[in-house]
């Protein structure tokens, strides 16, 4: 099925919270990844169907060993846990020191995501160049860059995207970038301003629309609160629009290569 990545060019504007309200609304049983170098969010803020803790050693810590010892006979069930709410995830690294005990397994862990059967949501945290998610981001059929409106954080993603330009291959064969606004459901301007701006700066990326600024909907995700009627709540009425948004974008990058 589809690998689709998530990330952000500075800060914590909401990646793994997007991550999440998309599989909550997705039509299928996707896979959260939490593959931020920067140490895991996901790990500690979910918990088991039974209030558990996640296990830290059963998820990409345990999915890099099996992939070092080769990617055939690698089942990417052995390494997923439900959450509570249902959703299967695969747990991060506790911490930025154990990124790099994963070496080469980066490069192949997209592979086993790609040939799994089903969508693989991969939350690569913050994305600067060099970064050892880098491999996931190249081979993803999206991905899907979080920002907020503000000064800097426009700024930031316009930057971030113009130096990735030649890594990702934007528009020459590489996955088409997709971009989420996370404000007020009522703010009807960011998301076609900042449309303007990438397009006047020739960066080829589509502004898929707004991801509601909801506290109490994005708490119960966390895990720190559950809120009733909260499948109703404007996070997931907009997740919903987003996710339809974002499903058709791998198909728009195949059509203009076709032309």
Known sequence: MALYSLASAKGS???????????????????????????????????????????????????????????????????????????????????????????????????????????????????????????????????????????????????????????LETGVGGPPVGVVVITSYRDTRSAPDLQQLLDSEGLRATVLGVLADDAKAADSLRGVSWSRGVSKSLLFRSASEIAGRLSELPHARYASAER
Request: glycine share 10%.
């Open 13 to 167: 504007p909401g990646a793994t919270v997007t991550a999440l309200a998309l599989a909550t609304v997705w039509p299928t049983d996707p896979v959260v990844a939490d593959m931020d170098p920067a140490g895991s969010d996901l790990t500690w803020w979910c918990r088991t169907p039974d209030g558990e803790p996640l296990d830290v050693e059963r998820g990409l810590i345990s999915l890099g060993a099996a992939v070092r010892r080769g990617t055939d006979d690698v089942n990417l069930d052995d390494h997923l846990q439900r959450i509570d709410g249902g959703i299967r995830v695969l747990s991060g690294v506790p911490s930025p020191g154990q990124v790099a005990g994963l070496g080469p397994a980066w490069n192949h862990i997209p592979t086993v995501f790609n040939a799994y059967p089903a969508d693989v949501f991969a939350d690569c945290g913050r994305i600067v160049p060099g970064s050892a998610a880098m491999p996931v981001l190249q081979k993803s059929a999206a991905v899907l860059f979080v920002v907020r409106p503000t000064i800097e954080g426009m700024a930031h993603l316009r930057e971030r995207l113009a130096s990735l330009r030649a890594t």
